[in-house]
């Protein structure tokens, strides 16, 4: 391994289909399980509201952060853009943010297919297949950037193709007076806030791309590339999903398990029609894309973290042959791990959500500081419509924010709160010795 201090570059191998494959595969479980839940807290029409604002907060979002992801290729990613705009100490708190969010959500689809798999395979519980699956693609990503950016191409692709398969089959069933079922609004306004973190889910991790920034060939074209792409593919695959299923069942029979795509299929075909088995089989490439993915995002957070010194140097190495991070990537699994064995994983993904929504913030604000600060920095891709379009996903994210803190458990939002304040504690002490 590199001796800690010694200069650490990761190999530029990735392309822009690598960065989309990144982009949707960091998301799309988001389109197989988890949004559902939302239904039960607004309805069809007021989960899709939360739906059409959070996707005008990513769309927003992601062409301002755009600007920050090919000025600044950097595997720190949000950190690097907090660190360069706002300094060193918001900066640590944008890593520890998206340290949060990386770190508490494959713990979470890990358990999800743990689920699936002990569901088919009784023998095998939930925890031993989620750990198995740490181990797995932990081993991947050490392995090389090539290995695991090919497989998650694949993986990606094969996972949006039965979602459009999907949108295929059961569209001509979709009817209007499901989706604008009376009562239109079933909770009222307050349940579109509520339904916010579960329409977060739809697009939440797709920030991560930029922490591959420093393994791509040309980052000044291919990130705003590969990020156009991205939202796009989300936005049609979010809306389809939504519309899809729940213009086709009655949204209380969407709400009381992970399986709202095979259900709706099931409805439509029949629940042996070999269309429904491969949906149900197929679904596992969307899990296992996503957790493949963020693994890939947390082990480059914690490694530029480490390289900065915020965390200690030996994790910032870089394996001697294969070139990639393996003790930010050992670490990271081992955290995951053991997050798995909490059981925790409507908790892990508020927590994910949370960190998340304070990476958009603090985003937002580093692309109107960094206008300001460095007027002159090369920026091959500019925000359209500035400042309107990170502003007003910075407001948005703020509303979402306060939609979480309203629609969280207390003991998630005081965690969460405690960890940053915690993280000002440190970069204090650790600040002090770099």
């Known amino acids: 391994m590199n001796a800690p201090g010694a200069p650490t570059e990761l190999k530029r191998v990735l392309g822009p289909v690598h960065l989309w494959a990144i ?36 769309v927003c979002f992601i062409f301002s952060y755009t600007e920050l992801g090919a000025a600044i290729p950097h595997a720190g990613g949000p950190f690097a853009f907090s660190q360069r705009a ?39 519980s939930v925890n031993s297949v989620a750990l198995s699956a740490f181990v797995v693609f932990c081993a991947v990503n050490a392995l090389g950037v090539t290995l695991a950016v090919t497989f998650e191409l694949v993986i990606t692709a094969a996972a949006a193709f039965e979602l459009f398969l999907f949108f295929f089959l059961t569209a001509p069933q979709v009817s ?5 079922a009376e009562p239109l609004l079933p909770f009222g306004a307050l349940g579109v806030f509520a339904a916010i973190p579960f329409a977060i889910w739809f697009y939440l991790g797709m920030e991560g791309v930029a922490m591959s920034a420093e393994e791509v060939k040309d980052p000044k074209r291919a990130i705003p590339k590969g990020y156009i792409a991205g939202i796009v593919t989300l936005v049609v695959l979010a809306l389809g999903t939504l519309i899809c299923t729940s213009g086709v069942l009655p949204w209380q029979e969407l709400i009381v398990d992970d399986s709202p795509l095979p259900k709706t299929l099931a409805a439509v075909l029949d629940r ?30 914690v490694f530029a973290l480490a390289r900065e010194g915020f965390l ?14 393996i003790w930010a990537v050992v670490a990271s699994g081992v955290i995951g791990a053991a997050l798995v064995l909490t059981e925790r994983t409507d908790d892990l993904i508020s927590l994910s959500a949370f960190g998340a929504v304070g990476v958009y913030i603090l985003s937002m604000i580093s692309v109107v500081a960094l206008r300001k600060k460095e007027p002159a920095l090369e920026r091959p891709f500019v925000a359209p419509f500035y400042p309107v379009f990170p502003l007003l996903a910075l407001g948005i994210a703020v509303v979402c924010l ?33």
């Not at 640590?92 to 999800?112: D, K, N």
């Not at 200690?312 to 991070?325: E, N």
């Not at 458990?409 to 000002?424: M, T």
């Open 23 to 58: 982009a949707v595969g960091l998301v799309i479980s988001g389109d197989y399980f988890g949004w559902n839940y939302g239904l039960g807290k607004g309805g069809p029409v007021g989960m899709a509201l939360a739906t059409l604002l959070v996707t005008l907060m990513y």
């Open 312 to 325: 200690p140097r030996r994790i910032g190495a870089l394996h001697p042959r294969f070139k990639t991070p």
């Open 86 to 124: 706002l300094g060193d100490k918001l900066g640590f708190v944008a890593g520890i943010c998206t340290l949060i969010e990386f770190l508490c959500a494959p713990p979470a689809i890990a358990r999800a297919i743990g689920a699936y798999v002990h569901f088919r395979v009784p023998e095998l």
């Open 402 to 434: 306060v939609a979480m803190i309203y629609g969280s458990p207390w003991y998630v939002s005081l965690g969460f709160f405690s960890l940053l304040g915690a993280a000002f504690v440190i970069w204090t002490a650790v600040g002090r010795s770099r």
């Open 272 to 301: 042996d029609h070999p269309m429904t088995h491969l949906m149900v089989y197929l679904g596992l490439f969307g899990l296992i894309a996503s957790f493949h993915g963020i693994i890939m995002g947390a082990s480059r957070q």
């Open 176 to 180: 209007a007076a499901r989706l604008f």
